[in-house]
T-cell receptor, first 110, second 111 residues
């Protein structure tokens, strides 16, 4: 299995609070991704990174920001969490085409 | 607008029989297609892929077929086993670094 960890694995937070999710890889892959999984929507791309400090938006980027200061770490920040951001968040890595996913973070915004 | 669609939310198959999971796409620029398998409380795992220059790719019990004219791909699992019970996602890309996923099909293999 690819070395990808996500932290925290579960989080409950209140509306309006900031939240940061962390993805860490040990594979030295160039690309890193953040997805959210919701019933009826499958996996939707939030943001991705193609190198240190190089990031781009995905299809559902509103309300989210990312940072990648090191090859191995990709952070997803919800500046002010809303109930619509309750979801399961997956990080993924790739060099080309095939992606390897982390175990996921279940976030609940109350 | 969903560019990759899996119109069957669920599928049940008897053990030993063939499972066929379908996926349709709308963007003719897609040139690479992948299938992922997901168990509950785990991340998706890569299963099999196919380039648009091919129409078939096999890996053991898993075969993916691509029909470019119909913008349709399918995953065949033969023979189906109870351990294949999972949610299957198809995905497509035209850049090699940005992927579009379907909504998933939940496969149940009945012993």
């Amino acid at each position: 299995d690819a070395g990808i960890t996500q932290s925290p694995r579960h989080k409950v937070t209140e509306t309006g609070t900031p939240v940061t999710l962390r993805c860490h890889q040990t594979e030295n892959h160039r690309y890193m991704y953040w997805y959210r999984q919701d019933p009826g929507h499958g996996l939707r791309l939030i943001h991705y990174s193609y190198g240190v400090k190089d990031t781009d938006k995905g299809e559902v980027s509103d309300g989210y920001s990312v940072s990648r200061s090191k090859t191995e770490d990709f952070l997803l920040t919800l500046e002010s969490a809303t109930s619509s951001q309750t979801s399961v968040y997956f990080c993924a890595i790739s060099e080309k085409y095939e992606q390897y996913f982390g175990p996921g973070t279940r976030l609940t915004v109350t | 607008d969903q560019q990759v669609k899996q119109n069957s939310p669920s599928l049940s198959v008897q053990e030993g029989r063939i499972s066929i999971l379908n996926c349709d796409y709308t963007n003719s620029m897609f040139d690479y297609f992948l299938w992922y398998k997901k168990y509950p409380a785990e991340g998706p795992t890569f299963l099999i892929s196919i380039s648009s220059i091919k129409d078939k790719n096999e890996d053991g019990r898993f075969t993916v077929f691509l029909n470019k004219s119909a913008k349709h791909l399918s995953l065949h699992i033969v023979p189906s086993q109870p351990g294949d019970s999972a949610v299957y996602f198809c995905a497509a890309s035209y850049t090699g670094n940005q992927f579009y996923f379907g909504t998933g099909t939940s496969l149940t293999v009945i012993p």
